[in-house]
């Protein structure tokens, strides 16, 4: 069965810090990865998604993602966060023949200004 | 343009109630997603509805939990006779299609509360 690991379950930064979240994702087939935000108070949006070509994604907001397939990873990097960062982070994937999204159990990221 | 919306955004429910929780997906999306996020956990799929169809519950417990997504009107996620281990929050996903890459838009969840 299809699984993610996000290994930080809570991660504390000092604004202007770098920021990396891992995450690993189990499933043998091709697949579309995923990283979502979720500000307090707020519903899920969409910080940047991987289906093909580059495996160095940019998103919004400064985020990139860099996908190794080798490692199953797709670990989420920003070299500065701002306080404004402060939210909750899921990975997810989607094996290309299903239509659901695998999440991880999240991270909760606090930064502190 | 609105988004994905869920109502209520809180519910509060007594053991043994019906729980109705609603979902209208954005302008345009005809696919619809359920999962749950139970406390300290990530979200969990639930189901996939079509207009009038069901496409995969596999993540739907066997008992009291179903879902509609009917010609007219709002998706309906329908919790029969409520535990105390159904509190969760409830997110609805949409999309245009299913076909290829499907990015999913969040609605901004029900949390329910059983009592």
């Known amino acids: 069965a299809q699984s993610v690991s996000q290994h930080n379950h809570h991660v504390i930064l000092s604004e202007a810090a770098s920021l990396e979240l891992g995450c690993n994702y189990s499933y043998g087939g091709t697949v579309n990865l995923f990283w979502y935000v979720q500000y307090p108070g707020q519903h899920l949006q969409l910080l940047l998604k991987y289906f093909s070509g580059d495996p160095l994604v940019k998103g919004i907001k400064g985020f990139e993602a860099e996908f190794i397939k080798s490692k199953f990873s797709f670990n989420l990097r920003k070299p500065s966060v701002q306080w404004s960062d402060t939210a909750e982070y899921f990975c997810a994937v989607n094996a290309r023949n299903t239509d659901k999204l695998i999440f991880g159990t999240g991270t909760r990221l606090q930064v502190f200004p | ?115």
């Open chain 2, 1 to 115: 343009n609105a988004g994905v919306m869920q109502n209520p955004r809180h519910l509060v429910r007594r053991r043994g109630q019906e729980a109705r929780l609603r979902c209208s997906p954005m302008k345009g999306h005809s696919h619809v997603y359920w999962y749950r996020q139970l406390p300290e956990e990530g979200l969990k799929f639930m189901v996939y509805l079509q207009k009038e169809n069901i496409i995969d519950e596999s993540g739907m417990p066997k008992e009291r939990f179903s879902a509609e997504f009917p010609k007219e009107g709002p998706s309906i996620l329908r919790i029969q006779q409520v535990v105390r281990g159904d509190s969760a929050a409830y997110f609805c996903a949409s999309s245009p299609t299913s076909e290829g890459f499907n990015e999913q838009y969040f609605g901004p969840g029900t949390r329910l509360t059983v009592t």
